[in-house]
């Protein structure tokens, strides 16, 4: 069973998308695991809580990628790689592809240096598709902070920040367009899952 991953900024719908998506995939008869990053896992979580919302701390670029490498190596050894052994068709908000645009592109410290850690550490486990959701970041922003009226750490770096985000998502894609599939996000639930389910189906 293929390992699926959902991409874009905060706001682009991703949580929304994948459990339209498992739904439908469970009907077919596939034996779904939805999971997230950062996150997953004990550890995972409580590096999420750490990163994201402990805003006490003060987080160096370079410990930012390295935490989200920690939660995602623990990630990969206890659900990731043993929910492929079963069998299990995976759907996972955030991998590799966060890190990449989040901290080697918006934060500077560069491509080849987080997917060259990011590869040792999943032991070259990278997805079969992943699933860009696409929109504008000024829409990204409205969705995931205007109308919450709640940032986490990477979201309070304003719409600059989701602009480059953004623009480091469609540089991925330009990067390795057979497995990063970008779907515009903007348009009606029904449509956007439409194009989803094309994408996946495409591999199944």
Known sequence: MPLITFEGADGSGKTT????LA???ERQG??????????GTRLGNDIRQMVLWNTELEISPMAEMLLMAAARAQHV?????????AGRLILCDRYIDASLVYQGIALGLGLE???SINDKIVGGLWPDVTVLLD?????????????????DRIESRGLAYYA??????RLLAQKWPERIRIVDASRPIDVVQRDILAVVNSIL
Do not use: D, N, W
């Open 17 to 20: 998308h994948m459990e339209l």
């Open 23 to 25: 739904a439908e995939l």
């Open 30 to 39: 596939h034996s779904v695991l939805l999971t997230r990053e950062p996150g």
């Open 77 to 85: 050894s206890e659900v990731l790689k043993p929910g492929l052994l």
């Open 113 to 115: 240096l987080v997917a």
């Open 135 to 151: 929109v504008a970041p000024e829409e990204a922003f409205a969705r995931s902070i205007t109308e919450r009226q709640q940032a």
């Open 164 to 169: 480059q985000v953004c623009s480091g998502y």
